[in-house]
DNA sequence: TATGAATGAGGCTTCATTCAT
DNA sequence: AATGAATGAAGCCTCATTCAT
């Protein structure tokens, strides 16, 4: 093995034990909540001391970043995939279904991101956070843009739509997890497809009162 | 004036000083963030000592426990004011709009209830709160129902219209908050007639597809 | 009813109260260890306020050691009672018995005279004490006088007698509460009377070895 | 030197270290009273930071059953070291000059014992340190037994000796401290000489009365 | 005289981060 | 590069005592 070759394979297992930490980080931050969760935790899980943590990240707030921009990634490449189909409605369903699906995890990104931009912390990563967000959002908008003009939206600013979709993702998200509604509802799928339906029809042309 | 006058005085100011503290509290939480208000901060700007706030509160769980009851009281008189009105629409308008009128306050109280629950703290007052907004629920399923056999809304499970006007006006307000998409709507009263407006009507027979 | 009479009334009454104080204090302390118990507690179960007690006594280090006091002084009227009897043992078994009898209590005032004496609090009182104590040891020396004149104890100092007798009374009242050695021993009386046998005759002349 | 040899040695320094936290904790507690001294003051002491204190313990409460478990450990090695001897009646002699020479350190474990179990603090150690103990006695009531087999202790459950001397020697360990008693004694190498004699035959047969 | 609200010093504990090895 | 012992700021809470009414 060249030289180059050991020290690609280095670089190569150093990304791979970042990966790892996060990955544990992440699950211990959904089970325990990110405020029980110490580094010292993290570090033990994955099985590394915890200066090591420090090797690879600045502070535990970057730890939090660093998930919440996987997460719009995820979100990036939906789109992309997505991106030429003809379906009109495929993407505004994947994106509440992806959105919806793991509410936990969504909450946690919420509320670590207001914690972090509380705190002014790594204000780079947050501010590449928002440029994915962004382009997300590009893709979102010209699609909203499409239908209007196809005439199946009302003609509002594309905008408009768009945030009462996050709105009401968002919400769902958060209902998912109240332990309080939770139990009134009993057909939780159901419930889901009736949530899904409406997210796609709320803003169709000829909804609202005349 | 007489000893019983001068006591009921005294559980009058003591009552007073009770909301004061309260007041500040909610203050200081929303301007700065609960985790960086500590109890003397609080007893500081109400000009009294630390350990006061002890004669009233038994912990800080119990202060954040308190602000909740009380948003969850004030809904109730809404509920309870609205109630004999025959306008079929005000009283949902007026729950949305009261609901996403002060969004700051609105996302506190939810990452208090999370935090509280996670601590399994101050259960006796958590479930105080629940049965106060179990109460609240019953006023919204009564208008539902009144509206699904008038066949102005879709013959689901009412709890479905009232969770999904729930996750609605709970990822309204998150978005008011969110400095991402704030910056992106330029008209905010406009949009929150859309919104408010796509909240009454999203339930609607006939909106889905057939 | 005279002015001297109501007077002498609210003396009485006075007293009684604070005879009420001392004794719910001590119940208290007794069941759950005198750092638990706070003042307010004390106030509470004998329904007064908390100001009040403090009419009544300084510091609550005063109710430690007016504890000890009664409880010095209920010896000493054992003492006063027994004096004229001929009956050699009694003294000594009445005094092991009323030691041993209640050694939670007894445990209890142990603790507080090294806390209260630690601290240097109200020295004049743990000054009375002590006079008590010593008046409570003229009887006690007397009769072991008594008894090495007789030829029945060894001659050493009476002091030795007697120190030994408080070292085991002490000893044996430790012992009791003591849950480790409790669960070994059956019965009970059996060797409550075996110990008091022993500490009885333990310094009898010829028992030493010669 | 070899990473093995590095790792032995750190942890051989960390358990130096450790010891020296918990001997300057007794120094201090002995001197000033274990309420009188906070974790900070040990670790002023020692010369180290507060929060190193909570690498090697958890709690305060942990530094006190650690210094109770090294006291009995000691007796331990003592009943250990002369097991083999066939003088009978050194052990006792030995056992009671142990618990008798440090009367302030026993007092004090007294004292935490009650305090930990009072408040179901670190059942686990307090477990340990209760099963060290039963093995004490094994040893205690194997000479006991012995003896008593050679006619010359009194035949009752080997328990009753054994009780009866650890009250004694209790009872003595409060009583050297007492500074009540303590100036009444003038000549305290002589009281004590007494004192383990008559601990020693103090069960002896023939010594009660008929 | 009785009250009880107010006080504030002081204790224990946590944990993100640093740095010598 | 990896480690983990050390740090110390910071927070929550307790409670004996005071004092104005």
Partial sequence: MTDLEKATRRVHEF???EREILDVALTLFLDQGEDRVTVEMIADKVGIGKGTIYK???TKN???VLLMLRYEEELADIF?????SDDKETLAREYFRFRISDPKRYQLFDRLEQKVIKEHAVPELIEKLHRIRDANFVHLRRIIEARIEEGNLEDVPPIYHICTAWALAHGAAALME???YQRLIE???DFVDFLIDIGIRMGNRGQRGK
């Avoid at 992309?80 to 030429?84: A, K, T």
């Fill in 15 to 17: 990304r791979q034990r």
């Fill in 187 to 189: 057909d939780k799928d």
């Fill in 178 to 180: 109240s332990p309080f």
């Fill in 80 to 84: 992309e995939r997505i991106q030429e």
């Fill in 56 to 58: 690879h990240f600045e």
């Fill in 62 to 64: 970057e730890i939090y």
